[in-house]
């Protein structure tokens, strides 16, 4: 009778031996051998270890969204064709002498010729900083961290823009914030570089 209210409700009864069945494989079975998870062993505090085992200092783990591959560009000229290579050297040129609007157009052609190279945007956000374009300055730098796929090197350069831009802007929080990821940044590559 049971199958066939089951039938009608529109379940299917399973046969008692096939549950049964089932049951006992998903509890482990009868003689309860199956660990299916454990815990690590604890280490035991005051044993000796073993001198023969050389054990490297352990990195710490790099800041969320870093890549950690090694070969990360650090300089523009890594990545950079001739032409923009020498409009990055005009930038910064121009930059030094306290021309920041001359920085500015060098660094805008330079984005017309590569306009993903997340090394013009970063020097971009310096001159816009430079001339207290700071919403400016802020916008350019975070577009320079999402093109640079976790390049710390670069992301460092960013956040101190994003920084300063945010404090100059009276964004206290945002300021502290972009301090805390730059901050965290500097350690993690202060901590081996690669």
């Given at each position: 009778?049971?199958?066939?209210?089951?039938?009608?409700?529109?379940?299917?009864?399973?046969?008692?031996?096939?549950?049964?069945?089932?049951?006992?494989?998903?509890?482990?079975?009868?003689?309860?051998?199956?660990?299916?998870?454990?815990?690590?062993?604890?280490?035991?505090?005051?044993?000796?270890?073993?001198?023969?085992?050389?054990?490297?200092?352990?990195?710490?783990?790099?800041?969320?969204?870093?890549?950690?591959?090694?070969?990360?560009?650090?300089?523009?000229?890594?990545?950079?064709?001739?032409a923009v290579t020498a409009l990055m050297r005009q930038a910064r040129s121009a930059l030094?002498?306290?021309?920041?609007?001359?920085?500015?157009?060098?660094?805008e052609r330079a984005l017309r010729i590569e306009p993903r190279n997340y090394f013009v945007?970063?020097?971009?956000?310096?001159?816009?900083?430079?001339?207290?374009?700071?919403?400016?300055?802020?916008?350019?730098?975070?577009?320079?961290?999402?093109?640079?796929?976790?390049?710390?090197?670069?992301?460092?350069?960013?956040?101190?823009?994003?920084?300063?831009?945010?404090?100059?802007?009276?964004?206290?929080?945002?300021?502290?914030?972009?301090?805390?990821?730059?901050?965290?940044?500097?350690?993690?590559?202060?901590?081996?570089?690669?």
């Open positions: 009778m049971d199958v066939i209210d089951d039938a009608r409700a529109g379940r299917r009864a399973l046969p008692p031996m096939i549950a049964l069945a089932l049951l006992a494989s998903a509890c482990g079975g009868t003689q309860g051998t199956h660990k299916v998870w454990s815990e690590p062993e604890p280490a035991i505090v005051g044993q000796p270890v073993d001198p023969a085992v050389e054990t490297a200092p352990a990195r710490p783990l790099p800041p969320r969204g870093i890549d950690d591959a090694p070969g990360q560009p650090q300089r523009a000229e890594d990545i950079s064709g001739a030094d002498s306290g021309e920041p609007q001359h920085a500015a157009s060098a660094l945007w970063s020097l971009l956000g310096q001159a816009y900083l430079a001339q207290d374009n700071y919403s400016q300055a802020d916008s350019v730098a975070a577009k320079s961290n999402a093109l640079a796929r976790g390049n710390a090197y670069v992301e460092l350069s960013n956040w101190r823009t994003i920084a300063a831009a945010r404090a100059a802007l009276g964004d206290a929080a945002g300021a502290g914030a972009a301090q805390a990821r730059q901050r965290e940044l500097e350690q993690w590559l202060q901590g081996g570089s690669r």
